[in-house]
């Protein structure tokens, strides 16, 4: 118990200054048990560590333990937490990556029924929403989903300016003032075109160098596919690099093309399996799903394209091949990522691009015209590399200010 104090200390004294996400705040609650879950390298350690300096700085009672610390290669979660509060009347308890722990829902299951005054906070991959069930979590357990940083906060961070956030309906009902105030930020869009590329996780800020980032980011895949994959999944180590493959051929291939059968069909795989692949690289942070109807159960079969899950990977994976990418992929990838982001819930359309609530976009570049969705209702182009736009025409980087 002492080593793990003191590596908790260490790390403390070692968190450097943290930005100040919007999204910290409604990561609190006061639940027993809360789970921050959201893909690799999105932030959660450094969420968890903050909250702790911010608000058990010096304080025995609050302790921050990794799930794959060799500690727990001879002690259990359980004993830990039994020792912390006996020692120490412990009263936090945050765990990082827990999915790293075996038998972890299990333990923390006990550990909820046992230590009524002890809460604790774990990170892990969403693939833990599907995992909890099992042992009855759902009931003790919530779930708080971290997204990446949005356009907006990356702006922030570049520029040491503070940026409104919007909502969708401002957005559309006053995009020309919005985008008109915006458009002051000197090179906002040489920052947009730097945020699709690096801006995402915030390992932006620990490297000077592209090239840099584009490794890290594929080290991030790696091990989402080679570590994070199996420990929740019974799949044989030979499946693992089908995988790789899935996302590079998801790379390569426009969305509009891009289908369970498809992707099988290249693969020389079952449908079935390749159905399973798809769902694992979603609930791992590396893929998204782009639906046909928003309130579908039958995932796969009312899913219309799939994307790489932020815009990032598309260029870590063109800088690991060295072979083009589809620039409308990435747009399009852009708007779900920040829709969905803000919890909204966008969804297919045979017409345009996407819908979201009432509305019908379009998406494209600066000379995209409004010929596919005249004859629509409510429906609006998203277009890349304009600063201000017009009527209709409204620029694609708005929707990073929605968070």
Known sequence: MDILIEDYRRLLNDLGEVYQRNIFKSMESDHRIVGIVGPRGIGKTTYILNYLRDNYANNLQALYVSADDLYF????????????IDRYDGRVLCIDEIHKYPNWGQELKNIYDKYKNLKVIFSGSSSIDLIREKYDLSRRAILKHMPGISFREFLEMKTDRKFPIFSLDEIIDNGINIASELASTPKL??????????????IFNSYND??????????????GIYIDIPSYYKIRSSTIPVFKKILNFIYSSPPSSI????????????????????????DSGLLRFLLI?????????????????????????????????????VRELFALTCLENTHLKPAYSKVGDLKCQNFLFEIGGKNKSTKQIRESNNAYLLLDDILIGSDKRIPLYLLGFLY
């Open 259 to 282: 289908n369970v059968n498809r992707v099988a069909k290249s693969l020389k795989k079952d449908h079935s399996d390749v159905t399973r692949y798809l769902e694992m690289l979603r």
């Open 293 to 329: 109807d928003k309130t579908g159960h039958a995932l796969m079969r009312n899913t219309e394209k799939v994307f790489l899950n932020n815009t990032n990977l598309f260029y870590a994976i063109e800088h690991e091949l060295g072979k083009g990418m589809d620039k409308g992929a």
């Open 210 to 223: 592209h090239d840099d980032i584009y490794q890290a980011l594929v080290g991030i895949m790696e091990k």
């Open 73 to 84: 290669s001879e002690n259990t979660l359980l004993s830990a937490a039994r020792e912390f």
């Open 189 to 202: 869009i040489g920052w947009f075109n730097e945020y699709l590329q690096v801006g995402y996780y915030p």
